[in-house]
């Protein structure tokens, strides 16, 4: 069956220090990878994704992901979290290269940055 | 900046009662889903709608629910008789041919 995991419900870093979210996923093919954040009693926003070409993607507010084939990865990173990063973080695939394929979510990771 | 825009943002309705959610896509957009996330956790696809039809949907998407574009702009999930279980945080999203999903706001559906 085609999945994403998150295997850390909860991360937790200090101001100033470097967050990673972890993400694997198993789908067949290659895939689109996601990233969505989740504050408070909010929809989701898109951080950044993956299609092709460099392993490492730029998002919006500081974060970048790196992309790896051969571990089947797409962890999160930032490297110097904020207090206002707090928040839950889903990471999803498009399992299929068609534009309308549904995405499949990881069950969230919630970061806590501590000042 | 465009966005998909939800209403209600709060729904309260009584068991066994019909609910209709409605969402505005993104106007250029082709494609749009409905997800749903029970109380923070995980959220879970529903169905996608493509062309005037549904082009794929997830075993919760039962007979209970439907979805409809009635006027070539709203996109709308109807709940024909509410479980108690039904009760979640729906989220509607639109993508264009090869652009990530934007998500709506969300509609807090609680079923008492």
């Known amino acids: 069956a085609q999945s994403v995991a998150q295997p850390e419900d909860q991360v937790n870093v200090a101001e100033g220090n470097p967050l990673t979210v972890k993400c694997t996923y198993s789908v067949s093919g290659n895939p689109y990878l996601f990233w969505y954040v989740q504050y408070p009693n909010r929809g989701l926003q898109f951080l950044l994704k993956y299609i092709t070409g460099d392993n490492l993607v730029k998002g919006s507010y500081g974060f970048e992901a790196e992309f790896n084939k051969s571990q089947t990865s797409f962890h999160l990173k930032k490297p110097s979290a904020l207090v206002s990063d707090s928040a839950l973080y889903f990471c999803a695939v498009r399992p299929i290269n068609q534009a309308g394929t549904a995405l499949i979510f990881g069950k969230g990771t919630t970061l806590s940055v501590s000042s | 900046e465009p966005e998909v825009t939800q209403t209600p943002s709060h729904q309260v309705t009584q068991m066994g009662q019909e609910v209709i959610l409605r969402c505005v896509p993104i106007?250029?957009?082709?494609?749009f889903y409905w997800y749903r996330q029970i109380l923070g956790q995980k959220v879970e696809f529903l169905v996608s709608?493509?062309?005037?039809?549904?082009?794929?949907k997830s075993e919760i998407f039962d007979d209970q629910f439907s979805v409809e574009r009635p006027d070539g702009s709203n996109f709308t999930l109807k709940i024909r008789s509410t479980k108690l279980e039904d009760s979640a945080m729906y989220f509607c999203?639109?993508?264009?041919?090869?652009?990530?999903?934007?998500f709506g706001q969300g509609t807090r559906l609680t079923v008492v």
């Open positions: 999203a639109s993508t264009g041919e090869n652009t990530e999903a934007f």
């Open positions: 106007s250029n957009h082709l494609y």
């Open positions: 709608f493509y062309n005037n039809e549904i082009s794929e």
